[in-house]
């Protein structure tokens, strides 16, 4: 008796393995890596971290102050003088460069002014698409630094530039945004942004490595030091003049520092 064989669930059988090879990974599969070269807490610091605070006011992912109000993404902050040495920015996952601008100027927004970004906040930067409608956003890199091109894939770690001064910024360091299906997200969290401040909850985007090298510190001190000069505050800290001296000469000196986070009431 001849065998009737159903050819269409036959063939779709046969595909199985190659449909599950091209579905797109699941936004919770995509584990990040630090996406800039640095020490955190030695030669690098988190300035702000993606605003968790609903609403008015801001809080970071673990409720402290190192965050503004509508705040999108992680900002690793570096000295001045280690951004004109070069600190590269790498990819923090697999995927296609949907976009990059290069060609602004590295200076501060309290020199240029807000008009002069006017709509290229970001600065020079680079955006990814990854897997499952995940994309990460990279800003205020150095002038002439960017070395990849719209539509080239790349893989974790692979440099994309360096660390600069442009767009909307009044000191050197990498903005890392992360968005999933358009929605801006903590790479802490896996969280929203603005739908709450603990960082217990959620599922990180991390790998395990990149997260035990970025402990959080909520104070310290960013910059410090004694002048016999005034200072100008809008250049001091991005490479203006800054005569500092531990003894000074004379009866009249400055002090002058900045420090990173804050402690209620102070």
């Not at 951004?83 to 996952?93: F, N, R, S």
Request: hydrophobic fraction near 40%; aromatic fraction near 8%.
């Amino acid at each position: 008796m001849p065998v009737k064989v159903n050819y269409r669930f036959a063939i779709l059988c046969a595909l199985v393995p190659y449909l599950v090879l091209a579905m797109p990974l699941a936004a919770d599969a995509l584990l990040l890596e630090k996406p800039i070269v640095c020490e955190q807490g030695v030669d690098c610091f988190i300035q702000n971290y993606v605003d968790a605070e609903p609403g008015p006011g801001y809080a970071d992912d673990y409720c402290g102050s190192l965050s503004y109000d509508k705040h999108k993404g992680v900002d690793f902050r570096v000295p001045f003088t280690m951004m004109q040495e070069g600190v590269e920015v790498e990819a923090a996952a697999p995927g296609i460069v949907r976009g990059v601008r290069d060609g602004m100027e590295d200076v501060s927004i309290r020199q240029g002014g807000v008009e002069s970004i006017k709509n290229r906040e970001c600065g020079n930067g680079v955006v990814i698409s990854h897997a499952d409608g995940v994309e990460t956003q990279y800003c205020h890199m150095r002038k002439g630094s960017i070395r990849v091109k719209a539509g080239e894939k790349v893989a974790t770690g692979q440099p994309l530039g360096l660390v600069g001064l442009s767009g909307d910024t009044e000191f050197p360091h990498l903005h890392f945004e992360v968005r999933v299906h358009g929605k801006t997200v903590s790479p802490f969290t896996g969280k929203d942004m603005e739908s709450g401040c603990s960082a217990q909850e959620g599922k990180t985007l991390w790998s395990e490595k990149a997260l035990k090298s970025m402990p959080y510190t909520p104070t310290g001190a960013l910059d410090a030091g004694f002048s016999i000069e005034q200072p100008d505050i809008n250049t001091v800290f991005v490479g203006g003049k800054k005569k500092v001296v531990f003894f000074s000469p004379v009866a009249a000196s400055a002090f002058l520092g900045r420090l990173l986070g804050r402690a209620e009431g102070r």
